[in-house]
């Protein structure tokens, strides 16, 4: 820095000199004249007009000189953060020696190069966390561009590759329009819900300043809420169905009971209307146990008291308890242990019941005659239970709702031969609190295959 102030202070002087000598060799040889009185007047002629020619000329040296390094100097050292760079003017001291002005000078520089290393850090920091949110994020400017969008956003708007402007990805919406969240929303998100092949989305639209508090685009905020509206959905379809399950038996219930109050039935009707009026009050009572089953499982009220037991012989067992309707029938159901099952660890009555309800199911919905195979196995540290019978079968498209609450493929049906709707709901329940799990596999018209999986004792 010293070197640089000397050249520049050296130039000045040696094309200072040079102009005031030619412009004295000029003007000697222009107004020179034999009288020395006038040679005198020439002579301080010429220093005058050199000494103005100098000084102009060591103005605009000057200026170029803060032109070019002076303001680049001070515009850097402005554009610093303010706590720093009001620390090191503090300590900067002016009149200490050039060495020392030099080295204050360079701790402001090196103090600069870590504030724009921490800024693009930061930068990192930012851009790496919109990259890998759930939620999608789009930027656009005032003309309506993609300035910044990441991988979610693209996924849940299933956009592609030429979809950069406001109108190429909302356009297709209606009551999405840029300017109206910009002008007309007074700076506040703006909420919006749309369907897409990807499923139910909730926009956010944010718009946004510069540092001049003028509008420089808008921000847009994606949230996936399929989830959300399928549980809405299932909740309110949940209530419906539990109405409708309670108020098919009230109605029997309240209809022959006024019969019977008005009086004027002989024996036997009454007797028929008095059983109506007990199958329909046990329904009621199975529907709102089955419901008290859930709603534990649900607050995790039921505690597991798991145990050690034998799986083939509480399968066998289950198998007995039907033996009066499996007869009644003429079914063939058989109960095989194919392989050496160690002891299973888990709530013996809860997989009681789970088998209980597969067993039911296969014999409600295998016609007379037909076949009930019952597999007791042991494979990948997994004792199983595989129940496969010839009925009538579940169709593709319901598989994927079989385990619903209130789900039914044949409601007519399932009403009629005593069915909830929640015995398989409440079978996954008990198989997931339990560690295991509970599949199926079924074509129509060919029959089921239900396999529960149960881990064995350690």
Same mark, same amino acid.
């Given at each position: 820095?010293?070197?640089?102030?000397?050249? #520049?202070?050296? &130039? =000045? %002087?040696?094309?200072? !000199? /040079? $102009? @005031?000598?030619?412009?004295?060799?000029?003007?000697?040889?222009?107004?020179?004249?034999?009288?020395?009185?006038?040679?005198?007047?020439?002579?301080?002629?010429?220093?005058?007009?050199?000494? #103005?020619?100098? &000084? =102009? %000329?060591?103005?605009? !040296? /000057? $200026? @170029?000189?803060?032109?070019?390094?002076?303001?680049?100097?001070?515009?850097?050292?402005?554009?610093?953060?303010?706590?720093?760079?009001?620390?090191?003017?503090?300590?900067?001291?002016?009149?200490?020696?050039?060495?020392?002005?030099?080295?204050?000078?360079?701790? @402001?520089?090196?103090?600069?190069?870590?504030?724009?290393?921490?800024?693009?850090?930061?930068?990192?920091?930012?851009?790496?966390?919109?990259?890998?949110?759930?939620?999608?994020?789009?930027?656009?400017?005032?003309?309506?561009?993609?300035?910044?969008?990441?991988?979610?956003?693209?996924?849940?708007?299933?956009?592609?590759?030429?979809?950069?402007?406001?109108?190429?990805?909302?356009?297709?919406?209606?009551?999405?329009?840029?300017?109206?969240?910009?002008?007309?929303?007074?700076?506040?998100?703006?909420?919006?819900?749309?369907?897409?092949?990807?499923?139910?989305?909730?926009?956010?639209?944010?718009?946004?300043?510069?540092?001049?508090?003028?509008?420089?685009?808008?921000?847009?905020?994606?949230?996936?809420?399929?989830?959300?509206?399928?549980?809405?959905?299932?909740?309110?379809?949940?209530?419906?169905?539990?109405?409708?399950?309670?108020?098919?038996?009230?109605?029997?219930?309240?209809?022959?009971?006024?019969?019977?109050?008005?009086?004027?039935?002989?024996?036997?009707?009454?007797?028929?209307?008095?059983?109506?009026?007990?199958?329909?009050?046990?329904?009621?009572?199975?529907?709102?146990?089955?419901?008290?089953?859930?709603?534990?499982?649900?607050?995790?009220?039921?505690?597991?008291?798991?145990?050690?037991?034998?799986?083939?012989?509480?399968?066998?067992?289950?198998?007995?308890?039907?033996?009066?309707?499996?007869?009644?029938?003429?079914?063939?159901?058989?109960?095989?242990?194919?392989?050496?099952?160690?002891?299973?660890?888990?709530?013996?009555?809860?997989?009681?019941?789970?088998?209980?309800?597969?067993?039911?199911?296969?014999?409600?919905?295998?016609?007379?005659?037909?076949?009930?195979?019952?597999?007791?196995?042991?494979?990948?540290?997994?004792?199983?239970?595989?129940?496969?019978?010839?009925?009538?079968?579940?169709?593709?498209?319901?598989?994927?709702?079989?385990?619903?609450?209130?789900?039914?493929?044949?409601?007519?049906?399932?009403?009629?031969?005593?069915?909830?709707?929640?015995?398989?709901?409440?079978?996954?329940?008990?198989?997931?609190?339990?560690?295991?799990?509970?599949?199926?596999?079924?074509?129509?018209?060919?029959?089921?295959?239900?396999?529960?999986?149960?881990?064995?004792?350690?």
């Amino acid at each position: 820095m010293k070197n640089f102030q000397m050249k #520049i202070i050296l &130039s =000045i %002087f040696i094309v200072g !000199i /040079a $102009i @005031i000598s030619f412009m004295g060799i000029y003007f000697s040889n222009i107004l020179l004249k034999p009288n020395p009185v006038e040679y005198v007047s020439t002579i301080r002629l010429i220093t005058i007009v050199a000494l #103005i020619f100098f &000084s =102009i %000329f060591t103005i605009v !040296i /000057a $200026i @170029i000189e803060v032109k070019k390094y002076i303001e680049p100097m001070s515009k850097m050292l402005k554009g610093a953060k303010k706590a720093v760079f009001s620390a090191d003017i503090n300590n900067l001291d002016i009149t200490a020696p050039e060495d020392e002005l030099t080295e204050s000078v360079n701790e @402001i520089i090196k103090e600069l190069r870590q504030n724009l290393k921490d800024s693009n850090s930061e930068k990192k920091q930012k851009e790496t966390i919109l990259k890998h949110m759930t939620d999608g994020v789009i930027t656009f400017n005032m003309e309506g561009k993609v300035t910044y969008i990441n991988p979610a956003a693209k996924e849940m708007l299933d956009l592609k590759e030429n979809d950069n402007t406001f109108k190429d990805i909302f356009g297709k919406y209606e009551d999405i329009n840029m300017e109206k969240i910009i002008y007309l929303d007074s700076w506040t998100s703006s909420e919006k819900k749309i369907e897409n092949a990807k499923g139910s989305m909730n926009l956010f639209f944010i718009p946004f300043r510069d540092e001049i508090d003028m509008p420089a685009g808008v921000m847009v905020v994606i949230q996936d809420i399929t989830e959300h509206v399928k549980l809405d959905n299932m909740r309110k379809e949940f209530v419906a169905d539990v109405s409708h399950e309670l108020k098919t038996p009230i109605t029997s219930i309240k209809g022959y009971s006024e019969t019977l109050l008005d009086g004027g039935c002989d024996k036997e009707t009454e007797s028929h209307f008095l059983n109506v009026i007990n199958d329909n009050a046990d329904r009621m009572e199975k529907l709102v146990q089955d419901l008290l089953t859930l709603s534990k499982y649900d607050s995790n009220k039921i505690r597991n008291k798991p145990k050690e037991f034998d799986l083939g012989e509480l399968a066998k067992s289950c198998k007995e308890k039907f033996d009066i309707e499996i007869k009644r029938k003429n079914q063939n159901v058989q109960c095989f242990v194919t392989a050496d099952v160690p002891a299973v660890f888990a709530d013996r009555d809860g997989v009681e019941r789970v088998i209980l309800n597969i067993l039911s199911n296969s014999i409600k919905y295998t016609p007379e005659g037909g076949k009930i195979d019952i597999y007791v196995g042991y494979v990948h540290n997994d004792a199983y239970i595989k129940i496969k019978d010839t009925g009538i079968g579940i169709p593709q498209e319901d598989l994927d709702r079989i385990f619903e609450r209130f789900y039914r493929v044949d409601k007519a049906r399932s009403r009629q031969l005593g069915g909830t709707g929640l015995g398989l709901s409440i079978a996954k329940e008990i198989m997931e609190k339990n560690g295991g799990s509970i599949n199926i596999k079924s074509k129509v018209n060919e029959g089921t295959e239900v396999t529960i999986k149960i881990p064995v004792k350690k």
